[in-house]
């Protein structure tokens, strides 16, 4: 009973229990009692172990929502920007635009005058110019290179260029006055003329570069990050030759067909501002428009020529561009007009359909006459009569018009094979070599574990006639004694 009460004592509070009872219950019972530090240290270890695992994880917690937040912050900044530079994009188009129509205004008030008197018109067109002012700077944080300064320099002198308001000094007027009264007719101008307002005008449509880098900033592809990750990580820019590769792939017909309308009416103008009559007049805008067509199909009938260098030099770049504008609507419309894949199955099912019945046809005409070759052979016809020779030649006829078919209908399944069927077809074969792969790995798995099974069993009949050999030699001893 004191063993008992010893052990009662040291379970219930282990910390005032004294040796001497520990040592009497581990005598009476063969039990090694533990101190009771030891367990303390082990419980505290094991809570502190867990309050740096909370805490780790937290802070990792913490550093996830922190690098979340900055990637945020940063699309945030990135997506304001790009609203930023479209809007600025947009203004540029609209000035550079602008000034574009103002200066073919400007002109025509000019040519419908004569003597090339000034008008309070022109003056205040002229001074609008001044206004039509392009901000080409981008982005003052982003790095300069000396492509970018030179570009932005490049930028500015062609938005800088535009005519300027001037005057006809009086005695010119009156010199122009005296010469036109006194003569009836007037010498025609010399192929170097150009008006100052037609040669500083004429630069100005190169601002139609603005379209260019209005459609970038517009389009669906470039605003969107997703779209320029998977170009970025491809080593694909998304600028304006992919942007217009991919809307020509798109709407080729209506590209083409907007390209060609803004140059047809940009060039006739332009031939109209630099070619002259013998009366010193400009041509109408419908001479111009007939030369810019003769001159574009490089067909030149020659009722109408360039008077001057730069009607010259617009005809022949009109002539360049409609060379290669020639061979883009070619390719275009030869791509339009190709089968697409439902077509080309359908085409080629009709086909497959029409050359079977044809074979068939030319089959039973090779049957047909073969028995009558073989009939008149019977009946001693004479083998040089025409009714012999005929039917010989029906027969060989039929005979080469089955192999004709034939020869068809393998190149109509050729035809139908095209790189999307032989992509499927690849994708099949290497999933089912994949499938195969596996079942012969498991095949060989099941053998493995059938060859372990079948040595097992060889051993467990071996040591089973071994204990019957055994068993019968023992009992044979005992039944000899």
């Not at 270890?45 to 929502?65: G, L, T, W």
């Not at 025609?188 to 379209?211: C, E, N």
């Not at 008149?376 to 006829?397: A, D, G, H, P, T």
Request: charged share 20%; hydrophobic share 40%.
């Amino acid at each position: 009973m004191a063993n008992i009460e010893d052990t009662c004592i040291s379970l219930t509070n282990p910390i005032e229990a004294d040796s001497s009872s520990a040592t009497k219950l581990s005598d009476s019972l063969d039990i090694v009692i533990l101190p009771s530090t030891t367990t303390i240290t082990i419980n505290s270890n094991v809570s502190n172990n867990k309050e740096i695992h909370s805490r780790s994880v937290k802070k990792q917690k913490i550093a996830d929502n922190i690098l979340l937040s900055n990637i945020s912050r940063r699309l945030a900044i990135r997506k304001n920007l790009h609203k930023r530079l479209s809007f600025v994009t947009d203004i540029m188009f609209f000035l550079g635009i602008l000034g574009i129509i103002l200066m073919i205004i400007e002109n025509e008030i000019k040519f419908s005058q004569i003597n090339n008197n000034d008008t309070m018109s022109s003056w205040c067109i002229k001074i609008l110019f001044l206004y039509d002012v392009n901000n080409s700077i981008q982005d003052s944080r982003a790095t300069l290179t000396n492509r970018k300064i030179f570009l932005i320099i490049l930028e500015i002198l062609i938005c800088a260029i535009h005519p300027v308001p001037h005057s006809t000094p009086p005695y010119l007027k009156a010199s122009l006055k005296n010469i036109d009264s006194n003569s009836s007719t007037s010498t025609p101008y010399i192929l170097s003329y150009i008006d100052i307002d037609v040669a500083l005008g004429l630069p100005m449509f190169a601002r139609f570069y603005l379209i260019c880098r209005s459609i970038v900033f517009h389009s669906h592809l470039f605003r969107d990050s997703s779209s320029r990750s998977v170009g970025y990580l491809n080593k694909i820019s998304m600028d304006f030759l992919f942007l217009i590769k991919t809307y020509l792939e798109q709407w080729p017909i209506g590209c083409l067909t907007t390209l060609c309308l803004i140059f047809f009416i940009v060039g006739s103008w332009c031939l109209r501002a630099c070619n002259y009559l013998p009366t010193n007049e400009h041509v109408s805008f419908l001479d111009s428009m007939w030369l810019f067509v003769v001159t574009f199909t490089t067909v030149g009938y020659g009722d109408f020529t360039p008077s001057t260098y730069c009607g010259r030099s617009i005809t022949a770049i009109i002539s360049m561009v409609g060379v290669f504008s020639t061979a883009l609507v070619i390719a275009v419309l030869a791509q339009q007009l190709l089968l697409d894949r439902c077509e080309k199955y359908v085409h080629n099912f009709v086909m497959n359909i029409e050359l079977a019945k044809e074979h068939k046809i030319q089959a039973a005409n090779v049957v047909k006459f073969a028995v009558k070759v073989w009939y008149i052979e019977n009946k001693n016809i004479s083998l040089s009569s025409i009714r012999y020779l005929q039917v010989r030649r029906r027969l060989f006829q039929a005979i080469h018009l089955v192999q004709q078919v034939k020869q068809e209908r393998g190149k109509l399944i050729d035809n139908r094979i095209d790189q999307i069927d032989l992509l499927t077809m690849q994708r099949k074969t290497n999933a089912q070599t994949y499938e195969t792969k596996e079942q012969l790995k498991t095949m060989k798995v099941k053998i493995d574990n059938i060859e372990e099974k079948l040595i097992e069993m060889n051993t467990n009949i071996n040591n089973t006639v071994n204990d019957i050999q055994k068993t019968l030699n023992i009992l044979s001893a005992e039944f000899l004694k």
